[in-house]
């Protein structure tokens, strides 16, 4: 089995020291053409995420589904072998305004959990969660660009019609910033904060202290 270890000796202590302050109100979207949602309201407390969270209501089971990555090929994305970079971005799922966790493992086949962290599994996906924090790891093997559409195709999950089963008007923000493209086509970079919101949108938009 692939071992954390063998991929990066600093893997888990990366989220243990809180270097990442969320940029929700200096930020501004670059996939698309934003619209800003007018003056902000007071922000919440920023979450401060620590290895191991579960962050919103535990619906999910850990790992991908039967549709999702089995350790072949998906959409381009395979299992790692070697890594050029690494680096983390926040997805957080919200339905009528109840967060629902993101689940450790997507990405992850035969995931072993040890105290709430993905700890081993048979394969690792360059896109891939530890822990149901919504903290997504990214570690490609090349400069490309990876989405929020291949870590749900992955995952084996819909974001289109239906966010991960869920129906309802959706609303998406980037860093803060309210989204107008199409969810699929935004593109992980370091330290980017995305907040999928299905039904009734929040305001203001919770963030996140994490490493990116």
């Given at each position: ?37 007018g003056p902000d309201?007071?922000p ?8 191991g ?11 991908n ?23 983390h ?6 339905v009528?305004g ?25 394969c ?19 400069d ?10 992955i ?9 991960a ?24 970079t ?7 919101q ?9 963030m ?5």
């Amino acid at each position: 089995m692939l071992s954390l270890r063998d991929m990066s000796i600093s893997h888990r202590a990366a989220l243990r020291s809180i270097g990442f302050a969320a940029w929700a109100a200096s930020l501004a979207c670059t996939e698309s053409d934003p619209t800003d949602l007018g003056p902000d309201p007071d922000p919440l407390p920023a979450v401060t995420i620590e290895e191991g969270m579960t962050i919103g209501d535990d619906v999910f089971p850990v790992g991908n589904t039967a549709t999702g990555g089995q350790g072949d090929e998906v959409n381009g994305v395979g299992c790692i072998a070697s890594i050029a970079r690494h680096f983390h971005a926040h997805l957080s799922l919200f339905v009528e305004g109840e967060q629902i966790a993101i689940p450790a493992g997507i990405g992850i086949t035969d995931p072993v959990v040890s105290d709430g962290y993905v700890v081993n599994g048979d394969c690792f996906y360059w896109l891939h969660t530890h822990d149901a924090t919504g903290v997504i790891h990214i570690e490609p093997p090349d400069d490309a660009d990876y989405t929020l559409g291949h870590l749900f195709d992955i995952w084996g999950q819909p974001l289109g019609t239906s966010v991960a089963g869920y129906t309802g008007e959706l609303s998406v923000f980037v860093d803060g910033v309210r989204y107008q493209g199409d969810p699929r086509g935004i593109v992980f970079t370091s330290g980017k904060h995305i907040s999928l919101q299905v039904g009734r949108p929040l305001a203001p938009i919770p963030m996140y202290v994490f490493q990116g």
